[in-house]
């Protein structure tokens, strides 16, 4: 199973992403990101950060796991290829993400990926399979 | 995603298109959006028209839910869109209506020069200016700045680099809201902003961001154009770019904010990204502090840009930036919240104006334009694609109707990946090149995203405006020379 497809909008970035369970749902929308955001292939695992997060519902959970993603990655200069959700509940998150500073790599980086948007945001359930789509501002 | 819409829209006019607020029952006013019958066609394929029906569901809003010609998709009030709400009615403000790149905005710069001066050495001036102005993804800055700095800028705009050489006090008269607009509170912005945006004041970014050296090819109006210092075969420069890492991070900031207030402020959109709060509210308030704090970042980025611009000048043609005539003609927003008086059914009420992808457009005699342009009207410049050309325009009084707002660029027609697929195996920079328009750029998919086809032609664009009677035409730009991230 693909972990997401990427579709098209005017404007920004849109990603249909799947995942088995919720969990997986939630790594492969943090994969689709970075994956849409640069070269993550071969990318190491020396900076390794845990994520705590709370918010209202589960879609508000999804939107701000991955706003925070993006300000780790901005604020660090990083990018991160590697997503382990250890905690999910409708309201609360904990994850830990592994990747690694581009700062004397930076052409890894070829798309600024401004935020994770709540444009039209519903997770669904089709046989089994978890599905999302996410519009990124790009 | 990209299904076409599919609902009413009524022709009221040549120019205007009204989606009657019985489409939806949650719709408080009509929607209106400016257009041609031609472009109408574009328009309905990527269901902007349904963001518009959706903005008119805003607790507050008045008259209508309006966009501009350029509109398309964007994610809440879709790109172009303008929506008004009574400030003391309980009327809302939403970060979805202002954008992430708070304060995107444009600049248009003139010379003494003339095309003859520059055409020969173009690609020499092109060389130095991207030398010069940092461009593309996680580009950071030649000015480095302290957290206090920063918090300095949040609140003096344009005006802290003035005060530190990077320009002159003629620069911030000719600049929306003086480079700085009041009420800027940096205590509203979260630390994790100052982290993300540091190191980018004086960067031009990434995707549509450019920095254009131009000849004015028409002029429409000469006594206006006159005024404003544009005459045909002049050399200027365009700046387009805007608040980077600030704006985007203090809008997720405040949209997550204001989705976890809904229910707080028993408010009900039927789209998530456009969460509100009343402008009066605690937490309204807080985001117009940090809005502006982000607003006045973007001037000063922009401004700092003008100074290396001109540095690069003074250099090439040996001359100081006064005797070259490097002067602002003026600088405009087009993503932000302002609060701004009309007359709304015989009262004067303050409003909440949201202009995403839109341009102010103040009339001759308003205030709050320079005091040179009184009898003109407000400069509004409108950046067209990096193939064919941009416009300067001046505000209207027919342009009450849309609250002296006007549209702000050419607007996508492609998606990105559609772009890519569209130009593959060509080059871009040599079709740009045989065009007389020489090009550097960082982005290795940056040109090919921004190809013209990808774009509407802002000429069209530009000529529903003007019939509408929101702005009227002054002069055309033509790119030589364009910088891109």
């Known amino acids: 199973m693909e972990r997401y497809k990427q579709i098209p909008h005017t404007a920004d970035l849109a990603a249909i992403i799947y995942g088995q369970d919720i969990k997986e749902l939630f790594e492969n929308s943090a994969y689709a990101m970075f994956d849409m ?12 950060v845990k994520v705590r997060l709370v918010a209202p519902d589960r879609e508000s959970l999804l939107i701000s796991w991955l706003n925070e993603l993006l300000y780790l990655s901005y604020s660090k200069r990083a990018l991160f290829s590697e997503f382990s959700v250890t905690m999910l509940t409708e309201t609360e998150l904990q994850a830990e993400v592994k990747g690694q500073s581009i700062a004397k790599d930076i052409k890894r980086l070829h798309t600024e990926i401004k935020a994770a948007t709540y444009h039209d945001l519903k997770i669904q359930q089709t046989n089994k399979i978890y599905m999302v789509t996410i519009v990124f501002d790009v | 995603m990209t299904q076409p819409f599919t609902g009413n829209l009524e022709k009221i006019d040549d120019y205007r298109w009204r989606i009657p607020q019985k489409y939806m029952p949650g719709m408080k006013v009509p929607g209106i959006i400016f257009s041609d019958e031609k472009m109408l066609k574009d328009i309905v394929k990527d269901n902007a028209p349904q963001q518009v029906a959706n903005a008119a569901h805003l607790p507050g809003i008045v008259r209508a839910s309006m966009a501009m010609p350029d509109i398309h998709w964007g994610y809440g009030l879709p790109i172009g869109g303008v929506v008004a709400t009574d400030v003391e009615a309980g009327g809302v403000i939403s970060p979805g209506g202002v954008g992430y790149d708070i304060n995107c905005g444009v600049r248009l710069v003139r010379t003494n020069l003339e095309v003859g001066d520059v055409k020969p050495r173009i690609k020499e001036l092109i060389d130095s200016l991207y030398r010069k102005v940092p461009t593309g993804v996680g580009s950071t800055g030649k000015i480095k700045v302290n957290f206090q700095e920063e918090k300095k800028i949040m609140t003096e705009g344009a005006g802290w680099a003035v005060k530190r050489g990077y320009g002159c006090p003629g620069d911030l008269e000719h600049c929306e809201e003086n480079g700085a607009i009041k009420g800027a509170d940096p205590s509203k912005v979260s630390d994790r902003v100052f982290q993300r945006g540091r190191g980018q004041s004086g960067t031009l970014g990434s995707g549509n961001h450019f920095l254009e050296v131009q000849v004015v090819d028409e002029v429409y109006q000469e006594d206006i154009a006159s005024g404003f210092g544009i005459r045909k075969g002049q050399i200027t420069v365009m700046i387009h770019t805007g ?28 789209d998530r990204q456009l969460a509100c709060v009343p402008v009066k509210s605690d937490e309204g308030q807080a985001y117009l502090g940090a809005m502006r704090c982000a607003a006045n970042y973007a001037w000063c980025n922009r401004q700092v840009i003008t100074h290396l611009t001109r540095e690069v000048f003074e250099e090439f043609f040996r001359g100081s930036a006064e005797s070259l005539g490097i002067n602002l003609v003026y600088d405009v927003a087009h993503n932000i919240a302002k609060l701004e008086k009309y007359e709304i059914n015989g009262k004067m009420s303050l409003l909440c104006i949201h202009r995403k992808g839109a341009t102010r457009a103040f009339p001759p005699g308003r205030e709050g334009i320079p005091k040179d342009y009184g009898q003109f009207g407000q400069p509004v410049i409108i950046p067209g694609d990096m193939g064919r050309c941009s416009y300067l325009l001046v505000g209207t009084d027919a342009a009450e109707e849309t609250f002296y707002s006007t549209c702000h660029g050419a607007g996508r027609l492609m998606s990105r990946t559609a772009a890519i697929k569209a130009t593959q195996g060509r ?22 995203e921004e190809v013209s086809e990808a774009y509407k032609d802002v000429t069209d664009v530009v000529d529903i405006v003007q019939g509408a009677g929101i702005s009227s035409k002054i002069a055309k730009m033509r790119p030589i020379g364009v910088i891109k991230g």
């Open chain 1, 37 to 48: 955001m640069g070269d993550i292939e071969g990318l190491g695992a020396s900076e390794i």
């Open chain 2, 243 to 270: 608040s980077r890492g600030v704006g985007h991070q203090i809008c997720s900031d405040y949209a997550q904010k204001m989705v976890n207030s809904l229910s707080k402020f028993k408010i009900n959109i039927p």
């Open chain 2, 427 to 448: 080059s871009i920079a040599r079709e740009l090149a045989d065009k007389g328009i020489i090009v550097r750029y960082t982005g290795r998919q940056t040109l090919h």
